[in-house]
């Protein structure tokens, strides 16, 4: 069989699995919403549920679930303020001030990975943010994390004992950061080859999602997990305190994270990390991005490409 062909039957398998698990992961994720608006929400069609990545609630508005890229309105009449408020307050467990930190950044870590999102009016006090009150909108990002999507990528990366530095590139929302985590999942737990001690610097707790010290995505038997800070000094942290085999990172977007990937490349370590662009050609276009490539710390891009529900993923050689 073709290995276009087996990556498009794996393709229409992750979909169909991706579609199973988004059911499950929304009804968990929905547990945080006021009772009329969840009604609301899980009374989506099945095939529309399995399609929803986020819930979106915006004062005055009806609730709208996002189906694949497109916004569907949903009945339980327009989000009140006491809406927004009861939904934060379900998120931090009626402890507010327990998130706080999260709160300053735009967002709340939810259990089983979930993300809520926070838009309102910013509270500053010296210069910083130091919360939001009067939230405007929320958005409710469902995770859910199939296995079995790394495929023909994991078999590129395997370099005898230890990994070629890939870096995972697509637009926003097609998925890097599910991939990610499947691929650390797979080197950590050591399919496909030797298991490889995986440093996880997870800024905004998106891949290993932390609840009370436990990640809430299976990142493998071998991985150590730093979040609540920059990736740049998470990086160093892991390098200089865990021995690792490999350094992964979610979405490289500033000058010291690629600081950081060069010293760890200098120090032997292998690097898996993702970026935002649709392509090498995209990414040479931003001086960030063009600098990251310059430094010839990554032997290869994996692209990945969305059509319909389905995702395929075509690997460039960099260097």
């Known amino acids: ?126 210069g910083e943010t130091t919360t939001l009150r009067y939230l405007t909108s929320l958005a409710l990002r469902v995770a859910c994390p199939v296995e079995g999507q790394a495929g023909d990528l994991l078999d590129r990366m395997r370099a005898g004992e230890g990994m070629h530095s890939t870096l995972i590139l697509a637009p926003p929302g097609v998925g890097k950061t599910t991939l990610l985590r499947e691929l650390v999942r797979c080197l950590s737990d050591g399919v496909g080859g030797p298991p490889l001690r995986v440093g996880l610097a997870d800024e905004r707790g998106e891949v290993a999602a932390l609840w009370q010290g436990r990640p809430q995505f299976d990142v493998g038997r071998h991985t150590d997990v730093l979040d609540g800070c920059g990736k740049a000094e998470g990086l160093t942290i892991l390098l200089r305190g865990m021995n690792p085999q490999v350094l992964a990172a979610d979405e490289i ?33 931003r001086p960030v991005y063009r600098a990251l490539l310059e430094s010839g710390v990554f032997r290869q891009a994996a692209v990945l490409e969305r059509r319909g529900t389905v995702r395929r993923t075509r690997v460039e050689v960099l260097s």
Do not use: F, K, W
């Open 253 to 285: 977007t500033h000058p010291a994270d690629v600081r950081a990937m060069e010293e760890a490349a200098g120090c032997g370590v292998a690097l898996l990390a993702t970026a935002h662009a649709a392509g090498v050609d995209d990414l040479r276009r």
């Open 1 to 126: 069989m073709e290995a276009g062909m087996r990556q498009e039957i794996l393709g229409r398998e992750v979909a169909a699995a991706r579609g199973r698990g988004r059911i499950e992961a929304i009804r968990q994720a929905a547990a945080v919403l006021p009772d009329r608006l969840a009604r609301a929400v899980l009374a989506l069609e099945g095939d529309e549920l399995a399609q929803a990545e986020e819930v979106r609630l915006r004062l005055d508005r009806p609730v709208t679930v996002n189906l694949g890229g497109e916004e569907r309105e949903t009945g339980g009449g327009p989000v009140m303020e006491e809406d927004l408020r009861q939904v934060l307050e379900n998120a931090s467990q009626a402890s507010a001030h327990t998130v706080l930190d999260q709160v300053r950044n735009g967002y709340v870590t939810l259990r089983g990975g979930h993300r809520l999102g926070l838009c309102g009016t910013v509270a500053r006090h010296g």
